[in-house]
């Protein structure tokens, strides 16, 4: 069986550090390291393409600075789902928990979404953008 993640792949897997860029520059720089790979997806694109204010229900806009994911209460989640009519997505969430008081809540927000058309290739994708993002 041939192995799922081949050179151009794990090269395209070299960590990279979001700090001080915003949404859009995060998700160009991940577009093109795997349009440079063999694992190429349909479309990268910010969760919030219209660039809707309400980010709470369309996610972080795309001139917003990356969340910085790296504590417990503040992280990034990466997750693989059905796509709604076809393919599969690859979402980013930036995942909070928001103080109120004595008490508080957890606050989810999109960030960035990657389309494919395939399960395995699906999976592919998660592999190298989780690394790049140093999500796992």
Same mark, same amino acid.
């Given at each position: 069986?041939?192995?799922?993640?081949?050179?151009?792949? %794990?090269?395209?897997?070299?960590?990279?550090?979001?700090?001080?860029?915003?949404?859009?520059? %995060?998700?160009?720089?991940?577009?093109?390291?795997?349009?440079?790979?063999?694992?190429?997806?349909?479309? %990268?694109?910010?969760?919030?393409?219209?660039?809707?204010?309400?980010?709470?229900?369309?996610?972080? %806009?795309?001139?917003?600075?990356?969340?910085?994911?790296?504590?417990?209460?503040?992280?990034?989640?990466?997750?693989?789902?059905?796509?709604?009519?076809?393919?599969?997505?690859?979402?980013?969430?930036?995942?909070?928990?928001?103080?109120?008081?004595?008490?508080?809540?957890?606050?989810?927000?999109?960030?960035?979404?990657?389309?494919?058309?395939?399960?395995?290739?699906?999976?592919?994708?998660?592999?190298?953008?989780?690394?790049?993002?140093?999500?796992?």
């Amino acid at each position: 069986m041939p192995e799922l993640l081949e050179p151009p792949a %794990v090269h395209a897997s070299t960590p990279f550090d979001p700090a001080e860029k915003t949404v859009r520059q %995060v998700v160009d720089h991940i577009e093109h390291a795997l349009r440079q790979s063999e694992i190429e997806p349909e479309w %990268v694109d910010a969760a919030n393409l219209v660039g809707d204010p309400n980010e709470d229900y369309f996610g972080l %806009v795309d001139t917003r600075d990356w969340p910085d994911g790296g504590t417990p209460r503040r992280r990034l989640a990466l997750s693989v789902t059905r796509g709604y009519s076809e393919g599969w997505m690859i979402q980013i969430d930036f995942i909070q928990f928001i103080e109120t008081g004595e008490a508080g809540h957890w606050k989810s927000q999109p960030v960035l979404r990657i389309k494919t058309l395939s399960r395995t290739r699906a999976w592919a994708v998660a592999a190298v953008v989780s690394r790049m993002l140093d999500i796992d």
